[in-house]
Structure formats: C-alpha cells, structure tokens
C-alpha cells in the first residue's frame, strides 16, 4: 500500500487536502483510487461554486464504480484541474501529485485541523481492513 504523506490532511471518504498558500488542494488517497480501479472519467465542479464539508462536489467514475467525491472542509472552488478531463487515470497514478482534483479557498480554514493526520488515517484503514 502506498505511503500517506504526512503533510497531508485525511476524511473518512478517502480525500485528502493540503494548505497551499491561503488555499487548500482536495483529491482523493491512494487508498480511494486503489479501490476504485482505473480511473476512467471525472466529474469537476466549476471555479466560483461553493462546497460544503461532507457534502459532494464531483464524481469519479472508474471500470469497477461510480464514486462521488465529497468535500473535505467548506469553501469556493479556485481551481479544478482540467487536465483529469484528457488525463483521468492521473488519479491513479499520481493521486497526491498531479492528480489532485480541486483547489479551495476555505469559507473556515480551521476546519482543516478536525480532518485525521496520516497515523489516523492510516488507523482507519487498519481497522476497516480488518
């Protein structure tokens, strides 16, 4: 399984964000796509649209499923990354790198801090493999 980098904040759903600057960059573990299989399509929301912590803001959509994506922390939507739109598999092959999905500008950035750091995640997994 692949390493879950430390700098990294962790939901339940299997997304993961990162402060970058005054925005948060959102996209989905390398546990999420490893489940998923082959990333194959990849629903984005527009920059402008607000997103709510726990609530979904795209799907993704691999050989295997059809997953929505939900909202790590609440805020606007600065960045989608377009290149998933040629390029879906990224998610698969970069999931922390250039597969991220989307960028933030958080309505409440402290709702960072109550998300699991990499041990906790990494705990959630343990006892869900099980």
Same mark, same amino acid.
Request: a negative charge; glycine letters at 10%.
């Given at each position: 399984? !692949? ?5 990294? +904040?962790?939901? &339940?759903?299997?997304?993961?964000? +990162? +402060? $970058?600057g005054?925005?948060v960059?959102?996209?989905v573990t !390398?546990?999420?796509? @490893?489940?998923?299989?082959d990333?194959?399509y990849? @629903? ?8 709510? =912590? ?7 959509? #691999?050989? &295997?499923?059809?997953?929505?994506l939900?909202?790590? %922390? #609440?805020g606007?939507?600065t &960045?989608?990354?377009t =290149?998933?739109?040629?390029?879906p #598999?990224?998610?698969?092959? $970069?999931? /922390?790198?250039?597969?991220? %999905? %989307?960028?933030?500008a958080?309505s $409440? ?7 699991m $750091?990499?041990?906790g /995640?990494?705990?959630?997994? !343990? &006892?869900?493999?099980?």
């Amino acid at each position: 399984m !692949a390493e879950n980098p430390k700098n990294l +904040r962790y939901t &339940k759903d299997h997304e993961w964000a +990162r +402060r $970058d600057g005054g925005g948060v960059v959102v996209g989905v573990t !390398a546990h999420a796509q @490893e489940a998923l299989g082959d990333v194959v399509y990849v @629903e984005l929301p527009k920059v402008g649209d607000a997103v709510t =912590a726990g609530s979904p803001f795209g799907v993704v959509e #691999s050989t &295997k499923a059809v997953s929505e994506l939900f909202a790590p %922390i #609440s805020g606007k939507v600065t &960045k989608v990354n377009t =290149a998933l739109a040629d390029e879906p #598999s990224t998610i698969n092959t $970069d999931p /922390y790198g250039a597969g991220w %999905i %989307i960028e933030l500008a958080p309505s $409440d950035p402290s709702q960072l801090d109550g998300l699991m $750091d990499a041990d906790g /995640y990494n705990e959630l997994l !343990a &006892k869900t493999a099980t």
